[in-house]
């Protein structure tokens, strides 16, 4: 093999004549660290992240509805702007506390 096929074969995954590793069987890494964290784990810890103080949404929801109506009345720029910010911050309200209902449903069971 000359180096070219050499560093094409490296880029693959592939290894020479030992044939130690296919490509696509090494086990996923993240960039925290968790070596051997399989994939589906990875995707369930990123769409379902652990929360370690459901606390912090209960404060989030107060001050995004303080606000609503405490700043957004005052911003420049127009209704338009005015009506987008109101609606953006009101769903992500919505979200906070579909999040905090599932979250009791969790603890109650």
Do not use: C, W, Y
């Not at 069987?25 to 990123?46: C, H, P, V, W, Y």
């Amino acid at each position: 093999m000359n180096g070219v096929d050499k560093a094409a074969s490296r880029a693959q995954g592939t290894t020479s004549a030992a044939g130690t590793e296919k490509p696509g069987t090494a086990k996923f890494q993240s960039s925290r660290g968790m070596a051997g964290e399989s994939l589906d784990e990875a995707l369930i810890n990123f769409v379902m992240p652990a929360i370690p103080e459901p606390a912090i949404l209960r404060r989030s929801v107060a001050i995004l509805q303080h606000l609503v109506a405490h700043l957004v009345p005052d911003l420049e720029g127009g209704e338009q702007l005015k009506t987008l910010a109101r609606t953006l911050m009101e769903d992500e309200i919505e979200r906070h506390r579909d999040l905090l209902a599932r979250i009791q449903e969790g603890i109650e069971t």
